[in-house]
């Protein structure tokens, strides 16, 4: 197989990604691939990897010995990398699709012993929805790498392309019909060529305290939470981690979920309200502009209200 894969890196440069470890380049092995292998024995296992951009993740799985490593992307032009890079393999146990990952739940998939979902939750209006319909395709382990709302005290602390995507304060929406807050992050220019969301021009990034719900709810048990390294880190979360952005700098955080088949939600269409619809009259966002223009409403209501005082 090494044999293989050199003649092939040889014979088509560029295709596959490249990630400097242990000051050699390798294409056979990301920064998330030792994480991955501490926590689950990849030979014989099937592997699920959502948002897979050029399928890089799931194709050093497959070079372990994975029984199946299936990734899944929406963008095209990520997609086509993706397709490329595993027909010049020829790998039988690999495989790329190009499907929505909103609605993963109805593609007839069946379901993983390992779900990956790295970089992708956070693209995501409604994470919430997104969860429980992983939670249909796993009867394993759910392996989180997602960007949460910073802490306001951590405000000093952030990269400087995560200051000023924002909008100012904690909100909360209903998800669903479930009560959430986070921040709302505006994304700009054409999501089809950006590594951002497929269609959405904003997402909404929850809070720690909201993500522990969305996974509980979505019918998950967590087993293991990594943010800020401290010296009850593994070495090996530790080591990688830094290189992946863990931390309140980056607002990263990496999530071992397992799944509890008997507290599997029922799925229902995506659903995103300012209020909840079970004590009020609902009234829905049809679209994001919707959504935003009522944020902005309550807003001035509530200036004009302080005004009066």
Known sequence: MAEHMAEVLKAHPGVFRTFEIDGALKTDTTYRTGIIESIVPVAGKTFLDVGAADGFESRALALRGAARALAVEGKESLYVQARKAADLLGLDNHDVLKADVRVIDELGLGTFDCVLCFGFLYHMSNSFN????????????????????????AKRLLKDKLRGVHLAGVKTLYLDNERFEGRVCMHRGDQAHSKGSLDENWTFWLTAASLVKALTRAGFCIEAWHHEPDPHTPPIIARYGGMLGFGHAN??????ARVDPARLPSISPAEISSEPHALVRPRFAKTPADLLNRMALSARSRLKGLLRR
Not at 130 to 140: C, E, M, P, Q, W
Not at 251 to 256: E, G, I, L, P, R
Request: glycine share 4%.
């Open 130 to 153: 997104v969860l429980k319909r992983l939670a249909h395709v796993t009867n394993g382990l759910l392996l989180l790498e997602t960007h949460i709302a910073p802490e306001p005290w």
């Open 251 to 256: 607002t990263k955080v990496f999530v071992v």
